[in-house]
């Protein structure tokens, strides 16, 4: 028994291994790291090299669901409200009705080719509905492009939150194709009541969940090390208390880590990377789990109309569907059709295509291997496609370099600083005006591998590695001054503010109308001359202060140093 057990530990420890060393092939070759894993999968199954023998459909479902529901908490987690904000509308469109008209327009095609009843049809294009977060996310942050900011926001935030949808999708249509001769509208009547309900409890648990798990971090004095256990455990916990209570779990953890992402929570950095290193874990295990479960000798049967469905899927019912959903929300026409032809397939559809297997629907067996076929030629079409059909599409812009490094400081009273340090790049806009904003707190120079005292340093440098200390929401802003390839200009929204104020405004007057945090002797007077009391004489444009629920911004000065232009940020509340 135990020399069992240690021979199939000794297996599963290999594949990690395998699979975590094909990351590099992966990203040398330009393909999502799904492909070359599921490979490594199906080499090891009983067709392949390896003949390990594994037909369990039902742990292979469990191990995939906990799998997800880990990937969807980590992808909401590391969600700015920034994205949301620019993409949330589209996104959810194609999330919802997007993953509906594609499973329909797939639908035809499917009971063409294959043979099978309407609702079975339809059950395989809800399977293939829905593109795989991992395999985005890993091509669009790994992939050594970068993309407009809102095509690439609009597919992250696509990717992560349709597979909730797709899963609840083809729970219906399963339940409907078990129901068969039975009175049909009866069972689509309770089944669509059961989609709306499992939305509904899953969207509002992932609410108060994500407010609940931020409050337990927070408040909870532990040891180091335990947080992100804490954290990844409460996640999983929502996800299965969740399904329980009849909502949709993957939903639930996708809003629960929205939530705690963008609200003040404590180790956040420490939680991102446990939560990063958890997820490749947990894609390695899923995708590996699918290939051994596959067969690819069941495939040649199904290879050409396989094909033929995926090359339909990738060139006619996604992108259609993607343009009807985009057609209200004015997406220039390069971009609708990029992100129309880049909605990669992957683990999700096969984990959704083992549901018909659990239930033991006749064409169960056809759907799953249909199911393969079209994710592996999605991924050969769409993985590869991607560099060269943005590059084509003129939607790449030039790499924003950000910090090399954070490290969040726990500070007594609230306070809250983090260590960033930044390589500079020879088009810096700090190498042009050698100058940091008084905002910032410069701490070390690393130059050709010594560190050096900031204050011993005359002039930066192309190279240079610079260690700063700022605050956690002005960190954006100092990615747009040291490592952006231009410097922020009036415009920026971003950098001097959502909007002006006149800079005569009375303080007091500004205070009592944002609630804004200001000392009461220093109410007296102008917005102007309030900031040129906290700054005095060296005033220069761009410093700003931050008065709780607002933030001032300096937005230009005369040849006296008097404020004649204010901006105001409405700080979001953490």
Known sequence: ????????????????GISILSTRLSYRAGAPILLVVL???????????????????HTAFLIGSVALALILFDAGFGTPASTLRLAAAPALVLATLGVMLTASLFAIAARGL?????????LLGAIVASTDAAAVFYLLRVGGITLRERVRSVLEIES????????????TLVGLVEAGARDVDADTLALATEFAVAMGVGGVLGVVGGY?????????????ALYPLLFASTGLALFALTNVLHGSGFLAVYVAGIIAGNRRIRRKRELMRFSEGITWLAQIAMFLTLGLLATPSEF??????????????????????????????RLAPNESAFIGFIGLRGAVSILLALLPLLAGLESARTIFNVTFIVVLVSLVVQGWGLKPLAHAMKLVVPERLGPVDRIH?????????????????????????????RWVRPALVVREGRSIRHLRVERLQAGDTIYVFV???????????VASPRAPDRDDREFFGDFTIDPETPVLELAEFYGADIHAHSRAGSVSEFLEREFGSAIEVGDRIGLGTIELVVREIDGLRRVVDVGLSILSKK
């Not at 929401?473 to 747009?480: F, K």
């Open 1 to 16: 028994m135990i020399e069992h057990f240690n021979i199939a530990l000794f297996l599963v420890t290999m594949l990690v």
């Open 39 to 57: 490979f490594v999968g199906l080499l090891a199954g009983e067709d392949g090299i390896g003949k390990i023998a594994f037909d369990d459909a």
């Open 114 to 122: 294959l043979g099978l009843s309407t609702i079975e049809a339809l």
């Open 160 to 171: 992560g939150s349709n597979d909730p949808v797709a899963v609840l999708l083809t729970i």
């Open 212 to 224: 609940a798990i931020r409050t337990l971090v927070n408040r909870l004095e532990l040891e180091g």
């Open 300 to 329: 040649m049967s199904l290879a050409l109309p396989g094909l033929a469905l995926g090359l339909f899927l990738i060139l006619v019912a996604r992108p259609v569907a993607v343009w009807l959903c985009l057609l209200p929300f």
């Open 409 to 437: 400081l726990e500070l007594p009273d609230e306070g809250a600083h983090e260590l960033v340090a930044y390589r500079l790049a020879t088009d810096s806009p700090l190498l042009i005006d050698r100058h940091l904003p």
């Open 471 to 481: 605050r956690p929401h002005r960190v954006p802003l100092l990615d747009r001054l």
